[in-house]
C-alpha cells in the first residue's frame, strides 16, 4: 500500500486532558502537541495487558515496508470502546490517527482508525466512557 | 468582610448545621450526595478531624453501630447487598478526590488535601518536574499493584464479592483484590505485622453499609501527577454503600501523619456498568505478556519504552540517549 503519511501539528492541549488514562506508565513520551495519520495494512494486534498493540506495515514512496506500533489500552477497555481483536485481523487495510513517540521510533498512540473497508472508526478512548 | 469570607463563613455554618443533623442521627448515619454536598462533605471532613487516628474513627463508628450486625446468607439476596457486576470508577481521572476538575495540576497538591510542610513538599516537587520534563516515572511501570488508597482511583474494572464473613474488593488491574474480613476478627497484632501493598483490613457491617478499617499498608502515591504521596503510616477508614441500583459510594477517611496533617476525606463512587451481551469479563492481567509494554525510567525521572519488537534497531531509531543505553546494556 502506498504511503500516505500527513503530520499535523495541532493545538497546545492542557497535560493529561490529550493522553488517554494510560495504564501503568506517564504519557510523555508521546507528543500531545502533533498528530500523525498513517495508512497501511494490519500486521498485528497485540491484544495484551496494560497495554495492546495495533502494528501496522506501511509502505514508503520507496516502496521500503516500515512497521509502526500503536499503543492503545488493554482488552477489557478496548471491548468497553467495542474494539474487538477480530476488527484488526492480519492484512486488514486501515488508516490511522496518533500522537507519535517525541524520540523518532515508529509509534504512537493511537487516537482513531479508520477500517477501509466499510469505512468503520474505532476510537479506544471511548472505552472510558462510563455506561 | 468580603465575598471570600462570607462565603466560607456559609460554609461554615452549612458544615456544623450537617455535622449536628449527623450527630443527631448517630455519627454512623450515610450522608446523602445532593445539593448539599459541598457542606456534608465539609462535615465529614470535621467527622474525620474530630479523631486523632484512623483506629479512633473506626472505633467510634463500630460503637455508634453497636459492634455491628453479622450478614447472613439470606440477607445477600436483598438489593442492597446484592453488589453483583462489573463496576468502574465513575469520575476523577488522576485526582483522587473525584469531587476536583479535571485539567492542569495544581502545583500545591489536591485542594481538598491538608498537608504536612513534608507533604506539601513532596507534591511541589513533583510539580516542578512535571513542568521542567513533561513527563514522569509511576512506580506501576514495574508492574507492581497500585496499593491502597490508590486502590480506589484505578481506572479499570472492578468486582466486589459480598459474603457474610468476608468482602473482596476486586480491582482488574494486576488481579489486586482487598479482602475486608467481617467475621469479627482483629487486626493482626503490631508485634506479627507485616506491611504490603493493601494492608490488614477488617470490617463490621451497620445497616447496609460496609465499614472497614485498613493498617500495615505501604508506602505509595495517591495517583500520577502532582497527587500526594503516603507512607506506610497511612491508615485508611472506609464507608462503603449501595446507593442505588448501579452506583456504589465509599466515604474514605486515610490518616498519614507522615504527609497529612489532617485526615483527608473524600467520596469515591463506581458504576455498574451495561454487560448485556457478556462481553466484558475480568481476565486474568499479565502485566509482563507484552515486551513491547516495558518501560525504564530514565536519570531525569521521566519514562520511556525499552525495546520494540517492531523495530529492527531500536538504538539507531531512536534520538533518545536512555534508549540508546539500555540498548547497548542488553548487548551480550
Known amino acids: 500500500m502506498k504511503t500516505n503519511m500527513i503530520r499535523t501539528v495541532i493545538g497546545v492541549v492542557a497535560l493529561g486532558i490529550a493522553l488517554p488514562v494510560l495504564a501503568h506508565h506517564s504519557g510523555g513520551m508521546f507528543d500531545d502537541k502533533k498528530e500523525i495519520t498513517v495508512s497501511g495494512t494490519v500486521r498485528e494486534f497485540q491484544y495484551t495487558n496494560p497495554h495492546s498493540w495495533l502494528l501496522v506495515d506501511v509502505t514508503g514512496d520507496d516502496g521500503k515496508v ?66 | 468582610m468580603n465575598r ?110 491538608r498537608l504536612t510542610p513534608a507533604g506539601l513538599a513532596v507534591v511541589k516537587a513533583k510539580a516542578e518536574a512535571l513542568m521542567k520534563t513533561g513527563g514522569e516515572f509511576d512506580p506501576l511501570s514495574k508492574c507492581g499493584p497500585p496499593g491502597t488508597p490508590r486502590w480506589f482511583t484505578e481506572p479499570f474494572l472492578k468486582e466486589y ?8 474488593l476486586i480491582n482488574e488491574m494486576v488481579n489486586d483484590i482487598r479482602r475486608v474480613y467481617t467475621d469479627g476478627r482483629p487486626h493482626t497484632s503490631e508485634a506479627d505485622a507485616y506491611g504490603s501493598p493493601n494492608g490488614d483490613t477488617i470490617g463490621f457491617w451497620s445497616g447496609d453499609m460496609l465499614v472497614a478499617h485498613t493498617k500495615y499498608l505501604n508506602s505509595g502515591q495517591y495517583q500520577r501527577g502532582v497527587q500526594p504521596n503516603f507512607s506506610d503510616q497511612v491508615n485508611v477508614v472506609e464507608r462503603w454503600r449501595k446507593v442505588n441500583p448501579k452506583t456504589l459510594e465509599v466515604d474514605v477517611w486515610s490518616y498519614d501523619p507522615a504527609n497529612l496533617a ?43 519504552f525499552k525495546d520494540f519488537s517492531f523495530v529492527p534497531d531500536d538504538a539507531a531509531a531512536s534520538n533518545d540517549e536512555a534508549v540508546k543505553k539500555a540498548a547497548k546494556a542488553a548487548k551480550p
Open chain 1, 66 to 131: 516500515t512497521t509502526w506500533g500503536f499503543e492503545t489500552e488493554g482488552p477489557s477497555t478496548l471491548t468497553r470502546a467495542g474494539i474487538r481483536k477480530s476488527d484488526f485481523t492480519p492484512g486488514t487495510p486501515i488508516t490511522i490517527t496518533a500522537n507519535p513517540m517525541r524520540d523518532g521510533r515508529p509509534a504512537g498512540t493511537w487516537s482513531r482508525a479508520i477500517r477501509t473497508s466499510d469505512n468503520k472508526e474505532f476510537s479506544p478512548r471511548g472505552g472510558f466512557v462510563v455506561k
Open chain 2, 4 to 113: 471570600k469570607s462570607v462565603f466560607g463563613f456559609g460554609m461554615a455554618v452549612a458544615a456544623v448545621a450537617v455535622f449536628a443533623q449527623a450527630q443527631a442521627q448517630g455519627i454512623g448515619a450515610w450522608v446523602t450526595k445532593d445539593a448539599n454536598w459541598t457542606a456534608s462533605k465539609a462535615a465529614l471532613q470535621a467527622l474525620g478531624e474530630r479523631y486523632a487516628t484512623s483506629d479512633a474513627l473506626f472505633d467510634a463508628l463500630k460503637q455508634a453501630a453497636n459492634g455491628g450486625k453479622p450478614l447472613s446468607f439470606p440477607q445477600l439476596a436483598q438489593p442492597a447487598y446484592d453488589w453483583t457486576g462489573i463496576y468502574t470508577r465513575t469520575a476523577g481521572g488522576l485526582n483522587y478526590d473525584p469531587d476536583l476538575p479535571p485539567g492542569p495540576p495544581n502545583p500545591s497538591g489536591p485542594a481538598s488535601a
Open chain 2, 161 to 168: 464479592v459480598v459474603t457474610p464473613g468476608q468482602t473482596l
Open chain 2, 262 to 304: 489532617k485526615p483527608w476525606y473524600t467520596r469515591q463512587s463506581y458504576s455498574k456498568l451495561s454487560n448485556d451481551d457478556y462481553n466484558l469479563r475480568i481476565r486474568y492481567w499479565d502485566c509482563g505478556e507484552n515486551s513491547n509494554n516495558t518501560i525504564i525510567e530514565k536519570d531525569d525521572g521521566t519514562s520511556q
